[in-house]
């Protein structure tokens, strides 16, 4: 394996981290679940959320004190090459990216269109963003140029940074774009555009924090878009104090350790990237570890990767699962590093969790959320497994099944999935879908935040999930979930994949 450089011409590879594949061997298997009794976890848990936050000033420096600290591992497109950056190191170089962004003219609360891929410069303008309380609009990498024109024009975002690849689609609709009035170039020179790698060379000292405006935890923090099931995409306002939030996606669901290298399965533009290779994961100090793909998805080569770099946690969407264990190389890898696998995005097929524990020895965690929030329902390790249920409600989560009018309802008995706002609203629940006060009202009602999905509730207290409210099936008196079509679907043999 191969490092490489990074933007500012230079490696940042600090010889004395430890190696990638630090985390092989049976010993991470043995270690203790962050939660052993589920029960008494979820009532004693109470959030602690400070008047004034700010993620990157307040929690992710803590961790780079320790100059040697792993943060990140990130693989290049051959899923060989790599590259390696400790908190300290992503921390200095966001605090120069910080004071470029406001030499530029970028101020508290202004929205700028994050556009990178899967590359550490991510993080170092996603964290330099925070620090001076400007907001982050992660954008997928697929988005098309009609894409970017909606995005910035709806949140009349002032700034945009991206990369070479993605120039020429800005560019497209740069003329339509009126609010636009910096582009930065996150790997090179362009005509037009600040040229990042350029400027960080030149820029004079880290910014400190007694340069910038303070940040409460109740200001604009990220946006999000948020299709669903309406033409446009929603913009999903959270506050900053959403990363605290994902305390209990990181803690909980995924069972985070600071020793772990956990790998999650995700565009830089997704929510999940936020659940799985940011927020929580830097907040408890773990090693994040990224793969920037190129082209069709390759189970063979995300096989290697969980090899050969000690992947100690996985989670990918379900497809990327049914794809995996078809894979003629699935049964011959070496996944003696891997303690611990989830997913999430969608309901996860029985079937599918049996051939992969079959072969890894490990059951797969399905956890349940929305751009809207954090990990709200998920299994843990602290209660077995129900094959194809969410679990159970996260620390923090009053989650409970309602009617339309709120109301909860009885075991068994299918309806909203609803998370209580009142009196303590979560601090990972979005603030609002800005600009659209038609949602707002649609999902904020009384005490409770409607997700728009349907479900029920056991005897034992695991969520099952039955689909959108909007796009569950009603067949002769009865209504039946695409998801349980599917699944009986994909326990024929003959069948690989279905959809419903």
């Known amino acids: 394996m191969k490092s490489g450089l990074t933007l500012s011409g230079r490696s940042f590879i600090t010889p004395s981290l430890i190696h990638p594949c630090q985390f092989k061997g049976e010993s991470m298997k043995q270690v203790e679940p962050n939660i052993k009794d589920y029960d008494k976890a979820y009532a004693e848990f109470r959030w602690d959320v400070p008047e004034y936050y700010n993620f990157a000033w307040d929690s992710f420096d803590k961790w780079a004190e320790d100059r040697t600290k792993l943060a990140l591992v990130s693989v ?9 950056h400790s908190y300290w190191d992503l921390s200095h170089l966001s605090k120069k990216f910080a004071r470029i962004a406001m030499e530029l003219g970028i101020k508290k609360e202004d929205r700028v269109m994050v556009f990178i891929p899967r590359i ?32 910035i024009n709806k949140a009349e975002a002032v700034a945009v940074v991206t990369v070479e690849e993605f120039a020429d689609r800005v560019e497209e609709v740069e003329a339509e774009m009126p609010t636009l009035k910096i582009k930065i170039l996150a790997d090179g020179d362009r005509k037009g555009w600040e040229p990042l790698p350029r400027l960080m060379r030149r820029v004079k000292g880290d910014l400190k924090r007694e340069e910038v405006p303070a940040t409460r935890s109740s200001d604009p923090f990220l946006i999000f878009f948020t299709s669903g099931t309406e033409s446009y995409p929603k913009m999903v306002l959270h506050t900053h104090s959403y990363p605290l939030g994902h305390y209990s996606t990181a803690f909980m669901c995924q069972d985070l350790h600071p020793t772990d290298l956990i790998w999650v399965i995700a565009d830089t533009g997704w929510a999940k990237a936020a659940w799985g290779k940011f927020f929580g994961q830097f907040l408890l100090g773990a090693s994040v570890l990224q793969f920037n793909q190129k082209g069709k998805f390759d189970p063979g080569r995300v096989l290697s990767i969980i090899e ?84 159970k409600p996260t620390l923090g989560h009053i989650v409970k099944i309602v009617d339309d009018d709120g109301n909860e309802l009885p075991t068994g008995e299918e309806g909203h999935i609803a998370i209580k706002i009142k009196p303590e609203r979560p601090p990972g629940l979005m603030k609002e879908y800005w600009k659209n006060p038609e949602a707002n009202e649609r999902s904020f009602r009384g005490e409770w935040y409607f997700t728009g999905d349907r479900a029920y509730v056991d005897e034992e207290g695991y969520f099952w999930f039955v689909g959108r409210a909007d796009d569950v099936i009603k ?13 009986v679907l994909v326990e024929h043999p003959a069948v690989a994949e279905a959809a419903v």
């Not at 290049?76 to 390696?84: A, I, M, N, R, V």
């Not at 209504?479 to 079509?485: A, D, L, N, T, Y």
């Open 76 to 84: 290049g497109p051959d899923g060989e090459s790599f590259q390696k």
């Open 120 to 151: 550490p410069e991510f993080y170092v303008v996603m964290l330099g963003l925070i620090r001076i309380g400007a907001i982050p609009m992660p954008t997928p990498t697929l988005s098309t140029p009609k894409d970017i024109h909606y995005r």
């Open 308 to 391: 050969n770099f000690g992947v100690t946690i996985f989670c990918a969407p379900p497809t990327a699962y049914r794809m995996i264990i078809l894979d003629e190389r699935f049964r011959k890898t070496d996944f003696s590093s891997l303690r611990h696998a989830l997913s999430a995005g969608e309901p996860l097929n029985p079937e599918v969790i049996k051939v992969w524990k079959e072969v890894t020895g490990l059951d797969i965690y399905d956890y349940y959320g929305q751009s809207e929030t954090v990990a709200v329902i998920g299994n843990c390790r602290a209660f077995p497994v129900k094959y194809g249920s969410m679990g």
């Open 475 to 487: 067949t002769s008196g009865y209504r039946v979930s695409p998801f349980e079509v599917e699944s």
